[in-house]
């Protein structure tokens, strides 16, 4: 009957000893804090332009290009700019190139914020030889322009449109 006393009470002990070490360790004169550490998630906004650029018209022989610019990023941005190049040919000549270059500064966007940005079209800078230069206009949008927020991807910033040159 030994044996299986001396066998109960090793199990016991064992079992005591096990509870023991999953107890947190108390004392009145030791207070231990666990250093926490910031995860940094590299949240950044996502600037990029929310559907297509749209063609309207404001008065007779002004032409206006409207493009709708969205945080979609879980922070806001900082301040940035969205720019226009204006690209045609003004003869069949690779040399007749011409480009004109318009920007707007925009606000700081909050994340899922948008802002609506109007460009005039300057159709009385915009001329061809025709019918040999370009018979359109093509229009390329960049928003963050220069860059200065960093995003998720800048991939996503641009969109064109081709218009028709009237003079």
Same mark, same amino acid.
């Given at each position: ?6 066998? +109960? ?8 000893? $096990? ?5 947190? +360790? ?16 590299? $949240? ?30 879980? +922070?806001?941005?900082?301040? %940035? ?13 690779? %040399?007749?190139?011409? #480009? ?6 925009? #606000? ?16 009385? $800078? ?14 390329? %949008? ?17 969109? #064109?449109? #081709?218009?028709? +040159?009237?003079?």
């Amino acid at each position: 009957m030994r044996p299986i006393f001396l066998l +109960i009470t090793l199990f016991y002990c064992a079992i005591q000893s $096990l509870q023991a070490q999953s107890q947190p +360790i108390q004392s009145p004169r030791l207070a231990v804090q666990p250093k926490v550490r910031a995860v940094d998630l590299s $949240l950044k906004p996502e600037l990029n332009f929310n559907g297509e650029p749209q063609q309207i018209y404001r008065a007779p022989q002004s032409r206006v290009v409207l493009l709708t610019v969205r945080n979609t990023g879980p +922070i806001a941005t900082g301040n %940035f700019s969205v720019e226009v190049i204006y690209n045609w040919r003004v003869d069949h000549e690779s %040399f007749s190139a011409q #480009s004109l270059k318009r920007t707007q500064n925009i #606000s700081a966007l909050a994340a899922g914020q948008q802002v609506q940005v109007e460009f005039v079209v300057p159709d009385n $800078l915009i001329h061809r030889n025709a019918p040999y230069g370009s018979a359109n206009v093509t229009l390329s %949008f960049k928003v963050d322009a220069t860059g200065v927020v960093a995003e998720m991807s800048e991939s996503n910033n641009t969109a #064109s449109l #081709s218009l028709p +040159i009237l003079n």
